[in-house]
Every structure is written in structure tokens, then in C-alpha cells.
């Protein structure tokens, strides 16, 4: 059974940075398309950033430059690095395993970690 936990949420002044990190259970972790999505009250659940298995990544227009998506299969561990964070960041972050066939269907969530930019 996979378990996605996510970590490194909290409080950030508006410019300052946050690196979320979700590490995944189970084996067979490198051979799948990771993301990070987020929810903010009163929103839909949006995308923010993919990465493939073999690296290659995809971001929402409103993160780009600013949040870099990464990963250490070696640790089964994604990486979402925020900079430049604006007070629409705010929103609950969840950690998805995307679909072996494709790779912008999520099917597994973590439980979400909260981020609130604000001063």
C-alpha cells in the first residue's frame, strides 16, 4: 500500500521560502511521474508542478520561477522548493503519485501539509 507524507509546511512572511518534501513507501518509486497540487479555501484543488521519471518537469504559470520540483529516488523522496512565496500561495499542498500512462492523471494523495504566507 503506498503512503505519501508530506512535511515542511508552516508560516512564511510574504518573499521568504519553504521546501516541502514528500516521502513515498513502497517500491518501484523512480519509475513514476511525482507532482505537487494545492488547495486553497474556497478553491479547487489546482496543479502546481510534475516531474517525470526521467526528470522533466512541468509547472503551473503561476509558479513558474519561483517553485522548483525535484526528486532523490534514491531516498523515494519529491522536493518542492518555494521562493519568492506571495500571500496567494497560501493553501493546503498535497503530494501525488501520477498515473504510470499518463503522467497528468494523479492517483495516489498524501494526507496535505499547510502553507500560510503572511505577515
Known amino acids: 500500500q503506498l503512503q ?4 515542511g509546511g508552516g508560516l512564511v512572511q510574504p518573499g521568504g521560502s519553504l521546501r516541502l518534501s514528500c ?22 484543488r489546482e496543479l502546481v508542478a510534475t516531474i517525470t ?28 522548493q518555494m521562493n519568492s512565496l506571495k500571500p496567494e500561495d497560501t493553501a493546503v499542498y498535497y503530494c501525488t503519485r501520477q498515473n504510470y500512462f499518463s503522467i497528468y492523471v494523479p492517483e495516489s494523495w498524501g494526507q496535505g501539509t499547510q502553507v500560510t504566507v503572511s505577515s
Do not use: C, H
Open 53 to 80: 521519471s526521467a526528470g522533466s518537469t512541468n509547472y503551473a504559470d503561476s509558479v513558474k520561477g519561483r517553485f522548483a520540483i525535484s526528486r532523490d529516488d534514491a531516498k523515494n523522496t519529491v522536493y518542492l
Open 4 to 7: 505519501l507524507v508530506e512535511s
Open 23 to 44: 516521502a513515498a513507501s513502497g517500491s518501484r518509486f523512480s519509475i513514476y511521474a511525482m507532482g505537487w497540487y494545492r488547495q486553497a479555501p474556497g478553491k479547487q
